[in-house]
């Protein structure tokens, strides 16, 4: 009689739990944020303000809610507007590559940053294993670290589906289905991984202030082993004496000054 | 320059002169033909017409017309004035007609335009010349025909229009002539008269005085529709209506506030149509500077206009445009070092799309944001569900193949369960307690030997142990405490009630109960099926 009564108590609890996490966690992202409406107001001014053409202003507003905390796709996006106008392409296309992160899909921004890039004066190719792998896995570039995050967790899930049906009828269709299950998460696991690293470990910048100088050492005493235009956009993996070390998509490397470069990265501003 | 061509002209006549004069003759014929006796041809008309019997009768022949009556040639050559609309509104155009018909030859038409009251002539008169036939008669038609446009409301008034010709009698009528009458080929008379009046009734127009009148249309273009930021692209508006060139309006280009607007003069051409009114085609120009690059919406270039058919307001528009500026090359990029990629080169693309004007939901984000915990949730039952799905279906298995396994695991789980429950129940009479604690025992081993173990005697139950292998001390001692336990219930000792003594023997029952039911877990284990077959 106890027995038959302890596994649904049992069933019913980690439902319930399992209920209070999602809605725990929906809340949580959706909590009204009391900066909310300040940002909302700037941000409305700012956007007015850049299409009425007055882009020093425009971008002073911008400007001023990325330093207050405010971080969304639309932010970065009208800030690189912003700069383009204002001729800066650099940091135009340093902020479109961080609206990027938000909004990888937005056709509006792919395009903004298409153009932009065909505005950089000396177009670099991009070349090597990593660039084909990506041209590959195209949904990695498409996706945002936490759309790769949930389509993994989705993938584990219909995995431990798969597991369980294969485990209870044995069938191929329920092999198939496991295989497929797996490969998804094998390679959406592997893009979220890839994603974080990325954004966590790599060095990402974009050349600014004009045509810079790679020198062949970290000193402007070095030989100049070529140029980078502004707007190019680099790896960096050295640094040194005011100097870092840098790779271009093509494969060529070099010493530049730290003032040329600025970071895509969030997280080194 | 024209006074020149004069003197020039008045040379060549007076040569001409001399040369006629040498041959005798001509000058009488050209003072008899030229300039003498020019008849008020109205008053002659209507003096031959008494004599036929049609005065106040319009001629047969071109009915409705005033006639420029000739001696012999009477009824033959006609005026008539035509409006095309006798109440109009202010501000519409009235097309005048004035037709010089003639049966007969005639030349040196001259005309002296009307005078008018109340009235705007738009446009000189246009003359034509054509041929027509009435009632059977062939005319030679002198046309002239003028857009007027009423300027007040009320009455309006078009004065009387002059003519006059040389209107030829017959060939060889009159042989004196000069060698000039075989080229008229006979005798001529001079003809004139004047149109009638033509009184108007002008009707005020909705929107007031100065509103365009008159069915309109709108268009409008753009080139090039896509520019770098600086570079003029040419938008025009072009209006067409039939009411006062004067009164269409200049258009507005509301919502172009970055761009810097040239507007050029309008040029107004006037298309008259074969019969009816005139068309007033006015173009406007605007050089349209783009000061911020964008891609930009030209509104549609609206005119208001009241249609005269029905005398309501009405709005003419032209279609929206789209007007594309792009950024200038960036400070010191060669053009011919620009764009990697062929498609970013055209001025199409070169464009960037406008902001987002539109705050986001979430204005603060987390670009590393990863599952959340509803996400880590959602795995962890997953996997919980995965798992315990594989468990259920393995044990609903093991029961398909084996029926007693089921009852064999949970033997133990049972006994253990009834012996604490046999613990608490202290007030049972002796014979019931010990009933309980052997049947307790009995159930176990039937469990878990699977077996009819009810049936049995103590003894069989220890020659079934034996069999299954168990040490042979457990057997006895199951043996024993079977025993043990229908000894007590078949006594007599307590008679219901339990004393002190009885309670730590009972509680030494159990414990003996458990401890040897744990030993017999721990041998018996997977012993079940062996016993069974």
Request: aromatic residues 8%.
């Amino acid at each position: 009689m106890t027995t038959g009564r302890a596994q649904p108590r049992l069933a019913t609890i980690l439902v319930v739990a399992a209920l209070a996490s999602t809605l725990v966690a929906i809340r949580a992202s959706t909590a009204a944020n009391p900066e909310h409406d300040d940002f909302a107001h700037d941000f409305a001014q700012a956007a007015q303000a850049y299409v009425d053409g007055r882009y020093d202003r425009a971008q002073s507003l911008f400007e001023g809610l990325f330093i207050a905390g405010c971080r969304n796709g639309d932010l970065f996006f009208n800030l690189g507007n912003t700069y383009y106008q204002r001729d800066d392409l650099g940091e135009a296309i340093r902020a479109y590559r961080r609206a990027e992160l938000y909004e990888p899909r937005d056709p509006d921004l792919r395009h903004n940053l298409a153009v932009a890039r065909g505005q950089v004066a000396q177009p670099v190719g991009r070349a090597g294993l990593l660039y084909a792998v990506r041209s590959f896995a195209f949904w990695y570039d498409l996706s945002t670290h936490r759309e790769l995050a949930l389509a993994s967790v989705a993938a584990w899930v219909a995995l431990c589906a798969a597991f369980a049906w294969r485990y209870a009828s044995g069938s191929v269709a329920s092999g198939a289905a496991s295989f497929a299950a797996a490969l998804a998460l094998a390679l959406l696991g592997g893009s979220w991984g890839a994603k974080h690293y990325e954004l966590t470990r790599v060095d990402s910048d974009v050349v600014v202030n004009g045509e810079a100088e790679v020198h062949a050492g970290p000193s402007a005493t070095q030989p100049v082993a070529f140029t980078a235009a502004e707007g190019t956009e680099v790896t960096s993996v050295a640094s040194e004496g005011g100097y870092r070390k840098i790779v271009r998509a093509d494969g060529r490397q070099g010493w530049i000054r730290s003032d040329q470069l600025v970071p895509v990265r969030l997280d080194q501003e | 320059m024209k006074r020149d061509e004069r003197a020039r002209a008045r040379w060549g006549a007076a040569l001409l002169a001399a040369l006629v004069l040498t041959s005798g003759g001509p000058a009488l014929a050209y003072s008899r033909h030229g300039h003498g006796g020019v008849t008020p041809l109205g008053e002659h008309g209507r003096r031959e017409r008494a004599e036929r019997g049609d005065e106040g009768q319009p001629p047969s022949a071109a009915p409705g017309g005033t006639s420029l009556d000739s001696a012999g040639e009477g009824g033959r050559v006609f005026l008539r004035a035509e409006v095309s609309e006798h109440d109009p509104f202010v501000g519409q155009q009235v097309v005048l007609t004035l037709k010089l018909l003639s049966a007969v030859p005639i030349y040196k038409v001259e005309f002296t335009a009307p005078s008018f009251e109340g009235l705007k002539q738009a446009q000189p008169f246009l003359e034509s010349d054509y041929s027509t036939s009435e009632g059977g008669t062939a005319y030679r038609v002198h046309e002239y025909r003028a857009p007027l446009y009423v300027s007040r409301p009320g009455a309006a008034q078009i004065g009387p229009a002059s003519f006059s010709c040389r209107i030829k009698l017959g060939s060889g009528a009159d042989t004196s002539g000069s060698m000039f009458d075989d080229f008229y080929s006979g005798r001529s008379v001079a003809g004139e008269g004047r149109t009638q009046p033509i009184r108007l009734d002008a009707r005020p127009a909705t929107g007031g005085a100065g509103v365009l009148v008159g069915k309109t249309e709108v268009s409008s273009g753009l080139a090039p529709a896509v520019v770098k930021k600086g570079q003029p692209a040419t938008l025009t508006v072009e209006v067409k209506t039939f009411g006062d060139d004067d009164a269409v309006p200049t258009p507005r280009l509301p919502g172009l506030e970055s761009f810097q607007i040239i507007a050029d003069r309008p040029l107004t051409e006037w298309v008259p149509g074969p019969d009816g009114p005139f068309l007033v085609r006015k173009v406007f120009k605007f050089a349209l500077l783009g000061k911020v690059a964008g891609a930009y919406t030209i509104p549609p270039v609206t005119v208001p206009y009241v249609d005269p058919a029905t005398g309501r307001p009405k709005e003419a528009a032209s279609e929206a445009l789209t007007l594309r500026v792009g950024r200038g090359l960036p400070a010191g990029a060669a053009p011919g070092a620009r764009g990697s990629t062929a498609t970013v080169d055209t001025d199409e693309n070169a464009v960037i799309r406008s902001a987002h004007a539109t705050p986001p939901s979430r204005t603060v984000q987390d670009p590393l944001e990863g599952p959340g915990w509803a996400g880590i949730g959602v795995a962890f039952l997953a996997f919980a569900g995965s798992v315990g799905s594989c468990v259920a279906v393995s044990r609903a298995r093991t029961a398909a193949a084996d029926p007693g396994s089921v009852r064999r695991r949970r033997a133990l789980r049972q006994a253990t369960r009834d012996l604490t429950e046999l613990a608490g129940a202290s007030s049972d009479a002796p014979t019931v307690f010990y009933e309980r604690v052997g049947r307790v025992l009995r159930e176990f081993l039937g469990a878990k030997l699977d077996l009819p173990i009810g049936v049995l005697t103590p003894e069989e139950i220890e020659v079934k142990l034996s069999a299954n292998g168990l040490s042979s001390g457990t057997p006895a001692e199951v043996r024993e405490l079977l025993a043990f336990c229908e000894l007590k219930r078949w006594s007599r000792v307590g008679n219901g009630s339990s004393g002190p003594r009885d309670g730590d023997q009972r509680d030494e029952v159990l414990s003996r109960t458990r401890s040897l039911i744990t030993k017999l877990e721990s041998e018996l284990s997977g012993a079940a099926r062996e016993v069974s077959t």
